[in-house]
């Protein structure tokens, strides 16, 4: 091939992979710093992908591994919960006072919770004896809770960093990259795991983890902040707890769905934190088949996603959401009969379709019944009701797995799940015009 086609095929692809990170040539005609961020942030998703799923995947596991009890990581769970609903009203309430979104992403996601990881890489070469397992959970819930503390921050950026019209297919480009890169994390540090000794291979793939996150923190202090340092907005009223709660008595539908989806998030987080240690306990299953597992869900959630979308387009998400409801509920109950490798696999795949598609459906569902002006009070309120929940959930089923078992967290989950579907019926109602001309002030 001659030098000067080669150029122009080189040229050609990188024009080609640069279009695929803006989301397609909608962004053709923006900006070249719009354009630029949108690349940058592309970037950002694709490392924080790989490094989340690695550390969502085998973070209890290795704790585990140290040594913590099922009533360790119960408590783990309910304690990073916990600390994470305490400081998203901080948080919110930085951003609004301050501005300096991007720094404090950075600072607090991105530098403290990411460092929390290393730390937490590097532990048994300093630590030993019982300590180590509570030394192992505070890093966990330090790394969970500032994660939380950036979030205003980031969400606030993130809706200037992404044209309006284009938000649809950036975040299509952007949430492809990181479901594949995801994937492959799981699958390539699972195998490393398995293939090197205990907790070394999880020490590995948590300092991989680590540097997958710092790719993400140099591609997001790359992004430059439409709004400079300056507070994005002004509100009036304090933020506080008192203020919101006087703010949602105009919104009755919203505060309905709120508290029915803390007691949806209740009943999950009974089994959830221990799934995973499930298999490796009472299946022997090796990290590297748990990463398979969740592999599987990953794939199959992706298949799922753009069908899903039009079908809330054209149905309504607060109908298909109502739907899912009533179908996950036999998930904790099928794990009532799970003894095989092959049994998680076909539940796993199932699974990624009805959980890919609720979480499409319920996050636009929670987006039409929040005011424009007050999205990121009325977010924040909803996230606490949630994290407290799931802080609530994970002590209840630490308590039921220690006094009955595994089957015991799997059946009350499921019991809980249904119930919560059945509420969702009698107090959510569909967006009135009343409630449309509330949102849009």
């Given at each position: 091939m001659r030098p000067s086609v080669f150029l122009f095929s080189r040229t050609r692809t990188w024009r080609l992979f640069l279009m695929f990170t803006w989301g397609g040539e909608w962004a053709l005609p923006l900006a070249a710093t719009i354009k630029r961020n949108l690349t940058w942030f592309f970037f950002d998703g694709l490392f924080a992908s790989a490094s989340d799923n690695i550390i969502i995947t085998y973070v209890t596991l290795y704790i585990l591994a140290l040594g913590a009890t099922n009533a360790?990581?119960?408590?783990?769970?309910?304690?990073?919960?916990?600390?994470?609903?305490?400081?998203?009203?901080?948080?919110?309430?930085?951003?609004?006072r301050y501005g300096h979104r991007k720094e404090f992403t950075i600072a607090f996601g991105g530098g403290i919770a990411r460092l929390a990881i290393l730390i937490l890489a590097l532990l048994?070469?300093?630590?030993?004896?019982?300590?180590?397992?509570?030394?192992?959970?505070?890093?966990?819930?330090?790394?969970?809770?500032?994660?939380?503390?950036?979030?205003?921050?980031?969400?606030?950026?993130?809706?200037?960093?992404?044209?309006?019209?284009?938000?649809?297919?950036f975040f299509a480009s952007r949430n492809f990259i990181m479901g594949i890169t995801g994937?492959?994390?799981?699958?390539?540090?699972?195998?490393?795991?398995?293939?090197?000794?205990?907790?070394?291979?999880?020490?590995?793939?948590?300092?991989?983890?680590?540097?997958?996150?710092?790719?993400?923190?140099?591609?997001?202090?790359?992004?430059?902040?439409?709004?400079?340092?300056?507070?994005?907005?002004?509100?009036?009223?304090?933020?506080?707890?008192?203020?919101i709660l006087h703010e949602l008595v105009t919104h009755p539908e919203f505060l309905a769905l709120s508290l029915v989806m803390a007691f949806w998030n209740f009943t999950l987080n009974i089994a959830s934190p221990f799934f995973n240690v499930y298999m490796v306990e009472n299946l022997k299953f090796t990290a590297s088949m748990v990463g398979i597992?969740?592999?599987?869900?990953?794939?199959?959630?992706?298949?799922?996603?753009?069908?899903?979308?039009?079908?809330?387009?054209?149905?309504?998400?607060?109908?298909?959401?109502?739907?899912?409801?009533?179908?996950?509920?036999?998930?904790?109950?099928?794990?009532?009969?799970?003894?095989?490798?092959?049994?998680?696999?076909?539940?796993?795949?199932?699974?990624?379709?009805?959980?890919?598609?609720?979480?499409?459906?319920?996050?636009?569902?929670?987006?039409?019944?929040?005011?424009?002006?007050?999205?990121?009070?009325?977010?924040?309120f909803y996230q606490i009701l949630v994290m407290?929940?799931?802080?609530?959930?994970?002590?209840?089923?630490?308590?039921?797995?220690?006094?009955?078992?595994?089957?015991?967290?799997?059946?009350?989950?499921?019991?809980?799940?249904?119930?919560a579907a059945f509420l969702f019926i009698r107090f959510v109602p569909p967006v009135t015009k009343r409630a449309k001309l509330l949102l849009n002030g």
């Open positions: 360790q990581i119960g408590l783990m769970s309910s304690f990073s919960s916990l600390a994470s609903a305490v400081l998203l009203l901080p948080g919110a309430f930085l951003v609004e048994p070469f300093f630590v030993g004896g019982t300590g180590i397992v509570w030394l192992a959970i505070g890093l966990s819930v330090t790394r969970d809770s500032f994660g939380n503390l950036s979030f205003p921050a980031w969400m606030s950026i993130t809706a200037d960093i992404v044209p309006m019209e284009g938000r649809g297919r994937m492959l994390a799981i699958l390539l540090v699972g195998e490393l795991i398995t293939r090197t000794s205990i907790p070394r291979g999880y020490q590995i793939g948590m300092g991989l983890a680590f540097v997958l996150g710092m790719a993400s923190t140099f591609s997001f202090s790359h992004l430059s902040d439409p709004k400079g340092t300056v507070p994005p907005v002004q509100l009036a009223g304090s933020l506080s707890p008192r203020t597992v969740s592999i599987v869900s990953s794939i199959t959630g992706l298949l799922i996603q753009r069908r899903i979308g039009r079908l809330s387009d054209r149905w309504g998400p607060r109908k298909l959401q109502m739907i899912f409801m009533f179908l996950i509920p036999i998930l904790p109950f099928a794990w009532l009969f799970v003894t095989k490798y092959w049994h998680v696999i076909l539940l796993n795949s199932i699974s990624g379709v009805l959980w890919a598609a609720f979480n499409l459906v319920s996050f636009n569902f929670l987006l039409s019944l929040t005011p424009d002006a007050q999205r990121a009070r009325f977010s924040a407290l929940a799931l802080a609530g959930g994970a002590a209840v089923g630490a308590w039921v797995v220690t006094a009955w078992g595994y089957q015991a967290i799997f059946l009350c989950s499921a019991i809980g799940r249904v119930a």
